[in-house]
């Protein structure tokens, strides 16, 4: 696999969310559908990274994998299909070529896909150099990219077995209870460290969502980001702090929509090719996240669709 | 005297100053009168900093400077009267009481001023903390406020003198040439470094502008005004660097008008209330300004009004 | 009044104290006496902002306050006087001139002086900058000076009156409980928004101290600052985070002998020279604190000396 | 191939480039043999990034790439022998397995390995974060580890040619001058857009290194390298600025043997598995390096050894 492509978000106030997203994540529009419009970060070299989804709850409607090659894509399919998923071929989704669709182990709807339109510049004075596709200054968050995808499980294990086994993921760290079980993986299809991370869903509940990230450029640009969502109006959960794992420096606020969105930057890039998966201990996570923040209990708890 | 008030800049092309003043260095628009728009930083006190005026050519109008009470004001009035400096009262300017305005001996207008409206805090969802005027997350760069300006006088000590003795400002820094020459000064108010300087006008002219710089709080912010101004086309003269003396970090640009502007940040303050004033010789300077930077001859030679 | 000049902090465990001045907090040691090390940080213009004190608790041993001249040290004086504070006057003391001692009504020992003893360059290759006083790049957090002191107080009031009539302090900001009672109070000397700040000691206590604050650049420093903690065994209270009042950046730890210490960078100056005091609602207060941060009950116990 | 492992310079004066490199950039010392220390950034999973060896000249002693697998070294070296390269494989290195050394078309010698030794944690108290291998806060700046090579060749294609089909690098961007030859190319194993550069060397030679970069976090901390830099005389050769190409921030400067270093961060990830090659031309090059920065004609012409 090459990388996450794009997450569909549901959203019961889409006008609302949409708002927030060009106006507060500074997201540029680039295709309307009927009940979806189409989001990019400035640097992200598909044509969108978040496809916003008019519905009666919030959550994620499918992530969008990138294979490697056209082969790979084949190859992947005839696996999935051999180890008995089911799922279809989509024809004309906008920005890429054919996907094949199926739902994950713990209920979430994936698909892969190699053909993709690529972006073009930003048009405008002054010309851009070549390698840059938007224009920086406008309102909002710097966003560069979609970061990651953090889905609930109620049960991790499989969903993680699923990812590495049948995505070719790689799983650079996991989190091992006391009770010897899994309550979360990060995996990656790359050498960032974290693209879908799986956290066991204490509800029970299948196919939620916990986050949805961006990617921004430097720490000072998550704290803008702060400063920005209490400007605007945007609930931030968790202010700007570390995370244990990863050294990744985030924010947590929630759409209008209800999902939870993090902004983030900083997490190491993982350069060995075959690294062991770091196991870390319940006991290591509850010495403290980072350097020490509090997290609130919704952050344990709340996904998206919201049960309550 | 308390600080430097606002400064009022000249423009042969106000509707383009004026996107670049709001859409590129993120200033508000507070007033517009017949021939000029008042705009301010996010966090300034009084209504404006900036007052953008259509005139034939760029260059300065004016500098306010606002007065530490108003029996203050009266005894500057009379001590400038008594010095023989001809001046006028000035009623009815938006923003701020009757001003004593006069022209300072290198050319330049000064206004001096006690009564201010103060600025309440701008509309909107949801309430800003009691202390905060306005809202972060618009477009362009995050301007705090007007910084300082800098003047070019043909004759530098003169200049100084009538700063130091008749407006009562502080002299923290100056540049003395190889022949014992004063080349530059830096003048204070108060504990901030510099907030009125004075370069030589190497053309022998009289009134000219160096540059009006503009407060952003970090460096990284410096940095993020580079890249807006490059995306937006606005033209950089110096690009991010830190100067030598008071170790302040900049930007500078040229406002479409043709005045230059610079963004800077991080000057050290003066906490010292009698502080020798320290004596820079020309070879200290050559040695190379801050980390090394090269200065472009412009930035030695051109001031508005352009004399070519 | 000119500005808060030193703090002398007592601590039980005076090399392990040292050692996280030096070390973690990058103060450089510039005077030794027999019970106390005299300590900098890069860009003091007097010889030290913090004096160390061995002691058997930890607690603050004085704060000094520099005037503005020597006569108003004099006038200072006779008004205490006058008022019937008593109060003695202390000579040799390292680095600064005779100075006035006396407690203020709340049991905190002040000292008032006008001599002082400024810093030279440290010596070594290259040659620095004029009006640079350290070189950095040794270990530990990049601190620039003293910033401000909190002190605690069992009743706030008469510690705010005496320090805005005797000291002549500016009273910018204050926290008013629902009964009506001051429980902080926000005072300075110039433009920075705090350097002395009395909150309420809940313990009834007097003589306390909340925290003693140091100043850096950037709120990317304080986020160094407090990876630096972590990894050198600095406990962290209250992770960087942003105050509401003030809009300060701020990371708040305990240094070895028990006192509460902040890394401070950010704060607003306060160029209105007569500004309204903001009176602040508790109601404002619970809203949350800058970004919602969530501050430990430590915070709003704890000060050295311990009571416990 | 998986990514850069580590470089080795050259310098005649090791005992002032070990200084440097460990007090300025902040690399610990992990090991020693006759001639050469192995030092290592904060966060390499390897033992070490940079082998400096005393040496007559200043320049590039070898380079070392680490395969993705075992069986990949087998390959590589049978398709590096098969067309016709000569090589030799050298046993019992410090921190790695068998490597097969070469000599790539323009000079440089090239190592490949698979087996390496995995860094553990420094020892101390507190205990760090499971995937953390070094402890903050120590002198210098906070480089993380290695970044790229940028390496001169008298002609640029075969080079790029050799990298491309030999060592399986991608080959992101290209500058292509007005008579279609190649004068740069940006190559590298993985998502990070620049490990192995070549550049066109003016004066004919072979086998000479253009820098050594090395990556921090932030731009901030770029810019802290420079302070520190100037205040601990490391020469600067260009202060902190831009690139065009990639959007990497940058610092470049000369340690005490004579070579280029660079600190750097900040260039997009490429996400794209099969991008286009980006061919960039010498008119867009003169147009200015990011915000017109003027780089001095030693950064043209200058590499190490030095031909003068």
Chains 1, 2, 3, 4 share one sequence.
Not at 177 to 190: K, N, P, R
Not at 231 to 245: S, Y
């Amino acid at each position: 696999m090459a990388h996450l492509g794009h997450v569909e978000l549901l959203t019961p106030r889409p006008e609302d969310s949409l708002r927030c997203f060009v106006d507060v994540l500074g997201l540029r529009e680039v295709h309307r559908s009927a009940d979806s419009v189409y989001l990019r970060g400035e640097s992200e070299y598909e044509r969108y990274g978040l496809k916003l989804t008019a519905a009666p709850c919030a959550g994620i409607g499918h992530l969008g994998l990138r294979t490697t090659a056209a082969r790979a894509l084949e190859r992947r399919v005839a696996a999935l299909q051999q180890a008995g998923v089911a799922g279809a071929w989509i024809e004309g989704e906008f920005g890429h070529g054919p996907a094949f669709r199926f739902t994950a182990p713990q209920g979430h709807a994936i698909e892969l896909y190699w053909e993709t339109e690529r972006q073009t510049q930003e048009p405008g004075e002054p010309p851009l150099p070549r390698d840059r596709l938007g224009r920086r200054g406008g309102p909002g968050v710097a966003t560069r990219r979609l970061d990651h995808v953090n889905l609930l499980a109620a049960d991790v294990s499989p969903a993680r077995d699923f990812a590495w086994r049948h995505l070719g993921l790689s799983l650079y760290d996991e989190l091992r209870e006391d009770d010897g079980s899994t309550s979360a993986a990060w995996l990656s299809a790359g050498q960032r460290p974290l693209e879908l991370v799986y956290t066991r869903d204490r509800s029970g509940s299948s196919g939620r969502l916990h986050h949805v990230a961006f990617w921004v450029d430097t720490r000072e640009e998550v704290l803008r980001a702060a400063d920005i969502f209490i400007d605007r109006g945007v609930p931030i959960e968790v202010p700007p702090a570390q995370h244990t794992i990863g050294r990744s420096f985030f924010l947590y606020g929630f759409e209008p929509g209800g999902n939870r969105i993090e902004v983030t930057t900083g997490a190491d890039l993982v350069l060995d090719p075959d690294p062991p998966t770091r196991i870390w201990t319940a006991a290591e996570r509850r010495r403290g996240i980072g350097w020490g923040t509090v997290f609130p209990p919704s952050w344990h708890d709340y996904g998206t669709p919201d049960n309550d």
